[in-house]
């Protein structure tokens, strides 16, 4: 299957336009169907969540690899993953389960109502 990452500003507008949000203790999921036969996605991680560079680093490697692995569960959405509190190598297992529940959740989304609602 193949994975691509959003990566102009008009991709993520796109989807932070379309307003459906999937919401976690760690990561808010911006979710938004497409019709390229893959999964794109995009992440967030801003200074206020973490100041240090190395920080924000260390998340967006943890979760492109996350990204990498549960790549089956969101066929055919762009998805933007915003962290919404900073994390550490303590809290990677919490994180995985969280990213995992929210890619759960938006399989039982369907396409046809995200695009209705829009």
């Not at 801003?46 to 979760?63: D, F, H, I, Q, W």
């Not at 303590?90 to 209705?116: G, H, I, N, W, Y």
């Amino acid at each position: 299957m193949n994975v691509q990452r959003l990566k102009k500003t008009d991709e993520f507008s796109s989807v932070f336009n379309l307003r459906k949000r999937l919401y976690g203790e760690w990561l808010i999921a911006h979710i938004k169907p497409n019709t390229f036969g893959c999964y794109r996605f995009g992440l967030v991680v801003s200074k206020k969540t973490a100041k240090l560079a190395v920080n924000r680093n260390y998340m967006k490697r943890v979760l492109r690899e996350l990204c990498r692995l549960e790549v089956s569960a969101v066929y055919g959405y762009d998805v933007v993953l915003q962290v919404r509190k900073a994390f550490q190598h303590a809290d990677f297992d919490r994180v995985q389960q969280e990213m995992s529940f929210l890619l759960r959740k938006m399989q039982k989304t369907s396409p046809e109502k995200l695009s209705r609602n829009s």
